[in-house]
């Protein structure tokens, strides 16, 4: 059974960077695909982006796009969420997840970590 450990991340000011890692352990290679999810306080968990470990393709939500930047170390089985220009709506806690394909709806995904708290302040 895969299991995942996200890290990275912590309080950083209005239009700073944050880099996410995502760890995985078990058999991770079962699945396809790294997406990473987020979720604030009393609101669905959003697509934020996603990696499909065999082609390299990448997935991004809408407004994520041209400001995150996924990708993956499959040597080391750690996929990355680079984030810049952060929001303070972006303020939630971030999920890496595994699915067999590139879905971008949560209920999609099989194996979860169990999340790291991103604060962006004003």
């Known amino acids: 059974q895969a299991q995942l450990v996200e890290s990275g991340g912590g309080l950083v000011q209005v239009g700073g960077s944050l880099r996410l890692s995502c760890s995985a352990s078990g058999r991770p290679f079962s699945y396809n695909v790294v997406g990473w999810f987020r979720q604030a306080p009393g609101r669905a968990r959003e697509f934020v982006a996603a990696i499909n470990l065999r082609g390299g393709n990448t997935y991004y939500g809408d407004s994520v796009k041209g400001r995150f930047t996924i990708s993956s170390d499959n040597a080391n089985n750690t996929g990355y969420l680079q984030m810049n220009s952060l929001k303070p709506k972006e303020t939630a806690v971030y999920f890496c997840?595994?699915?067999?394909?590139?879905?971008?709806?949560?209920?999609?995904?099989?194996?979860w970590g169990q999340g790291t708290q991103v604060t962006v302040s004003s």
């Open positions: 997840a595994l699915s067999p394909t590139p879905y971008t709806r949560p209920e999609e995904y099989r194996v």
